[in-house]
């Protein structure tokens, strides 16, 4: 199903974690150029200003021939415009497929924006004759082509899409449901939100989906704000009020309103926390965002400060948890540490940099100066000393 060659993704992958060993000091350079020589990738990736130049070009060529077909289609009714975005994105996926098989492009700006049109021109096609349900059946086919899209070029964007679309989706068929089911939603959307998070875990575990691991990284994140947002008192009211008709007042409480602001309150803590306990970092820095979001919220419903005021307390207060946990993870607290890497388990990485530098026969250093080598390439050690 994937458009490119599967020893070139997984190459690139060992690619990706041989730099990532480099460094942080766990091989040498010799061994690092070793495992490049041995793991040849021929994906096409140049540096951010390469993708940049790229995709604008890519941009001009999609706007100027959707112009000029539009031009020569001379497209006025919803009819014929709905051909012709159609057209346009069978065209743009064509040219995709190409472009990846000849030159074989891997986020190199040109493939990133075909995909984008992609979608774009499918959305496009149709908004522009309005019909019942709309909304509902552009989320669920927006699901189906971001979700192919991902996992056919390996796209962590079209992933996010994908996400967001079926959570669109899943929201919108549940709240048609009738009235209970619009007081329930947000429940629902938070347990719906907590379901995909242990399924991107699983995931995450399963080595054979490696290449898909940035794609699954962006699909949790999602799923931790989505889970916040379903929760959150203002999300709630809003939404209430703008989907439902429910036309309740500013300081007008909503059903459960309690327990939406014991959620509001208590979510964004209870992140930092796991993160803190468990070493994990997605928790800990989507925690302290949603903090702000916290204070914002309460903020909006009962502020009685300047807006200079209320954000110099939103900063102080982010400063003061970020020093808080600077200062306690001062000192390595089982296995967890303020000081800088690259990885979340420095012990594995360590494992992993020993089995390399002993693959390519070359002395590594770990952080705790223990010298490993000795030995040719299958010898683990056993030829020479220690």
């Not at 991107?200 to 947002?229: D, G, N």
């Not at 705790?368 to 000795?374: E, H, L, M, P, T």
Request: charged share 15%; glycine share 6%; hydrophobic share 50%.
């Amino acid at each position: 199903m994937q458009a490119y060659n599967g020893t070139d993704l997984y190459n690139k992958y060992i690619r990706e974690q041989a730099s990532e060993a480099f460094n942080t000091g766990c091989i040498g350079e010799e061994t690092y150029k070793k495992i490049l020589l041995a793991y040849p990738c021929k994906l096409y990736t140049p540096n951010y200003f390469i993708r940049i130049a790229l995709a604008l070009l890519t941009i001009v060529a999609v706007l100027f021939s959707a112009l000029l077909l539009g031009l020569i289609f001379n497209t006025s009714s919803s009819v014929e415009f709905i051909t012709l975005f159609i057209f346009l994105a069978i065209l743009c996926y064509a040219a995709l497929e190409v472009l990846v098989k000849r030159k074989q492009y891997y986020n190199a700006g040109v493939d990133n924006i075909l995909m984008i049109s992609v979608i774009t021109f499918i959305i496009s096609a149709f908004v522009v004759n309005d019909f019942t349900n709309q909304s509902l059946f552009i989320s669920g086919v927006s699901f189906f082509i971001c979700l192919w899209l991902c996992i056919r070029f390996t796209d962590a964007f079209m992933g996010t899409l994908a996400y967001i679309a079926l959570f669109a989706f899943i929201f919108l068929l549940y709240s048609k449901l009738g009235y209970f089911a619009k007081a329930s939603a947000p429940l629902v959307m938070m347990s719906v939100s907590a379901l995909i998070y242990v399924v991107m875990k699983k995931l995450l575990a399963k080595e054979r989906l490696m290449v898909y691991q940035f794609c699954f990284k962006a699909a949790t994140l999602l799923t931790l704000i989505t889970f916040y947002v379903s929760g959150n008192y203002f999300a709630v009211k809003e939404i209430n009020n703008e989907m439902f008709n429910s036309g309740i007042a500013l300081n007008s409480p909503i059903p459960f309103g309690w327990l939406f602001w014991i959620l509001t309150l208590v979510i964004p803590p209870a992140y930092l926390f796991y993160g803190v306990r468990k070493k994990y970092f997605l928790f800990i820095r989507t925690g302290l965002a949603l903090i702000a979001a916290t204070i914002f919220t309460v903020r909006y419903y009962y502020g009685n400060f300047p807006a200079e005021t209320d954000m110099l307390i939103i900063g102080t207060i982010l400063i003061t948890v970020s020093y808080a946990l600077i200062k306690y993870l001062h000192r390595p607290k089982h296995g967890f540490t303020f000081a800088k890497s690259s990885y979340q388990h420095k012990e594995i990485l360590n494992a992993e940099a020993l089995i390399i530098a002993q693959t390519f026969g070359k002395k590594i250093t770990t952080e705790s100066s223990v010298q490993f080598g000795g030995g040719t390439s299958g010898g683990g050690g056993a030829t020479g000393d220690y």
